[in-house]
């Protein structure tokens, strides 16, 4: 093993770690608000709160999968010492992804859960550069009154593979990552273009 | 069983007492290091075997303290021991990630073999102790005739 590569993780294991499940929690209950994550460790090649989703959501049960940006001996190192979740090549077999921008294009694979079982689906943690860069659009759904304006930089081909893999309660949940913030996707959001 | 001299090492530090490390403290963190994972106390499921080599069933619940700490030079040192003591669990890493170095001669002469020695002679008294309570049970007469 390669011990030389880990990094201490959480300062407060416990704390950190509810810090983390609570932000993700707040972010999919309300679709495109931005939630913050302070106290997140760094490592290199993930933002600070991406890895703390992964350290307070992955462990034994949940195989990840990990996009070939990601794949590095000192992220798989870390992983596997703190969150110590098994690392698949099958994209069916995931119930976490990390994915990156440029992996958006094509989702296929990932499980969507089951009629009966919805929530067996894989989850996507999205590592972007900017949670407000992108094109203004218009989401609505659960956990929205009415409309919110979200700036999320997502290329476009990723909101139309979404809708095509949408069969509710069947669908894909997403988090998207920014350094220390990150805005929750769930399955239930309707994403409208914003007509200005 | 073969042991391997390090997996000998950590399970001499693991059943040490903290009064046996602690005259040790200073040479052990006298070195730049990190906790890797702070000193966490936890749960762990002990199973056994009935005979020995019966059918495994959960024995019960007990506590562990772990720790990991890497030294400047990227060693990395483990513990793993029974009970709640912190103190115990870095110093034991820290000597488990010392043992590791180019000289583990001086730790293991000044350290684990006296380690050892206390330990050899500890169980040897209880042992003594409890050989002493043995009762052989035998039939004088089984009243049969």
């Known amino acids: 093993m390669s011990t030389h590569l880990l990094q201490p993780a959480f300062v407060d294991p416990v704390l950190d770690a509810q810090r983390g499940f609570r932000a993700a929690l707040k ?24 890895y703390a989703l992964c350290l307070a959501l992955l462990d034994v049960d949940t195989p990840l999968w990990l996009a070939p940006s990601f794949d590095t001996p000192l992220i798989r190192a870390n992983l596997a010492f703190h969150c110590g979740c098994p690392l698949t090549d099958k994209r069916e077999d995931a119930v976490f992804a990390l994915l990156g921008e440029q992996d958006l294009l094509d989702l296929g694979g990932f499980d969507h859960g089951n009629d009966r079982y919805p929530d067996q689906s894989c989850t996507l943690l999205v590592q972007l550069t900017d949670l407000e860069a992108g094109r203004g659009l218009l989401w609505r759904g659960p956990g929205i009154q009415a409309q919110r304006r979200v700036h999320v930089p997502v290329p476009q081909a990723f909101w139309h593979e979404r809708q095509r893999r949408e069969a509710f309660p069947r669908g894909l949940d997403v988090l998207f990552a920014a350094g220390h913030h990150l805005i929750g996707l769930p399955r239930s959001s309707r994403i409208a273009e914003e007509h200005a | 069983m073969n042991l391997s001299p390090r997996q000998h090492w950590i399970g001499v530090l693991a059943r040490a007492q903290l009064s046996e490390l602690q005259p040790h403290e200073a040479a052990l963190k006298d070195v730049e290091y990190q906790n ?20 495994p069933f959960n024995l019960g619940e007990m506590s562990v303290t772990r720790c990991v700490v890497r030294l400047a030079d990227g060693r990395t040192g483990y513990s793993y021991l029974a009970g709640r003591d912190k103190v115990h669990a870095e110093l034991a890493a820290l000597a488990d990630a010392h043992l590791q170095g180019a000289h583990p001669s001086i730790w293991l002469s000044d350290l684990i073999t006296a380690l050892a020695n206390a330990q050899a002679q500890r169980r040897a008294r209880k042992e003594a102790d409890t050989a002493a309570t043995k009762v052989e049970f035998f039939t004088l007469v089984r009243g049969e005739n």
């Open chain 1, 27 to 50: 972010a999919l209950a309300e679709p495109g608000l931005i939630q913050h994550l302070p106290s997140a460790p760094r490592l290199d090649g993930l933002a600070p709160a991406t």
């Open chain 2, 36 to 55: 890797i994972r702070a000193p966490e106390i936890g749960m762990t499921l002990v199973r056994g075997r009935m005979g020995g080599n019966g059918a």
